[in-house]
């Protein structure tokens, strides 16, 4: 806004009628700012300090009363005036208005002439009020009554929106876990395959063959990993943990043992930091599945040459998993995010991951059922560290 002019604003969703009070009012010496709807208008009112207020009673959505009411809230704009400009010339508007928080009427059309007089007024001081206190006592409670009944009627609106969000819901669930099962059959029978290939049970192969037959492999497991997060993913809100007293690290020694080859194959290190710990009560496979989407976070984001270290650290009150990487990092305004379904977060100047961005989300579905929480510490272009901590 331009802070040399005395500025105002009009909420109104009529370009037309924007431009006129533009044009009006600017040739008078006024910066008018514009608003489309309520909530905008309730928006740009926070920023600014307006000497008069421009309402239309009619627009959609938080009508021009209800966004009044909610002006007068406004401490910064208590000695503000709000003046009605509408199309309603009917009996009680006006006074429906006064006593919604407006301090005057005006009835469109629009007189270019009387219009920046009235403004000075308002601005100088004048307020119209309602003719007798018996009259507006009985307008507020018509008013009072109006907002009631409008908010039941969104109640009852948002209520039909959520049970209908939850049926989509449900579908969607119903879909993605028989897609999941659909295509699990076909996988097994390629793996399977892949097996036999790989163990020179369907005859010999040519080194151009067995190349071929290297990345069918890493693109079938990755696909399998998919699938897998996919349907745990649906499993969880009705699966059952089977928890027991177990040994965390014995547990996880055969997954990060693994990652440890797989990581070396791919040009990284990665360490494990173990210690004595005793058992913790949890799901074996729900442990693994956790640790394994962090593992595989960190190796899908680290770079070739980068490092994983994953520890773990045993005290009388708590057992502590920790996920580190020297990764490309996430920015401040996604480490919530990220432990959202399917919400994903691709770094700059990197090549896309491939993943459905389910991995976290089981992770930290998992933590939370076990009682363990789960945070997230990162600094771009230095890494990125992820904390499980399980209280005895």
Known sequence: MNDALPGILYIEDNLDNQRLVQRILGNQGYHVVVANDGPSGLALAREMMPVIILVDLGIPGLDGYETTTRLRSLIHLHNVPIVALTADGSPGARE???VAGCDGYLVKPIDPRRLPMVV???????????????????????YSQKLVERLEQRVLELSAA???????DRLKSQFL????????????SLMGYLDL??????GPLTQD??????VMRRSSETLSQQLNNLLYFQELRGRTMESQMLDPIATLKPLFESFQERAHSEGMLMDVVTCQAAPILADAKSLTQMTQALLDNALKYTPRGGR??????DEPSRFILRCEDNGPGIGKEHLEKIFLPFYRVEPPNTTIKPGAGLGLAIARHIAETH?????????????????????R
Do not use: K, W
């Open 96 to 98: 429906r208005a006064l």
């Open 120 to 142: 000075s007024e308002f601005i100088a001081g004048h307020r119209e009020r309602v003719s007798a206190p018996a009259e507006e006592a009985d307008l507020l409670r018509a």
């Open 162 to 168: 959520n049970a209908e969000l939850g049926e989509l």
């Open 177 to 188: 876990s028989t897609l999941s099962h659909e295509l699990r059959t076909p996988m097994t």
């Open 197 to 202: 290939f790989e163990q020179g049970m369907l």
């Open 209 to 214: 063959q067995q190349e071929g037959l290297v």
């Open 308 to 313: 994983i270290r994953l520890l773990f650290h």
């Open 371 to 391: 009682g363990a929480q789960l945070t997230v510490r990162s600094q771009v272009r230095i890494g990125t560290v992820f904390t499980v901590v399980f209280p």
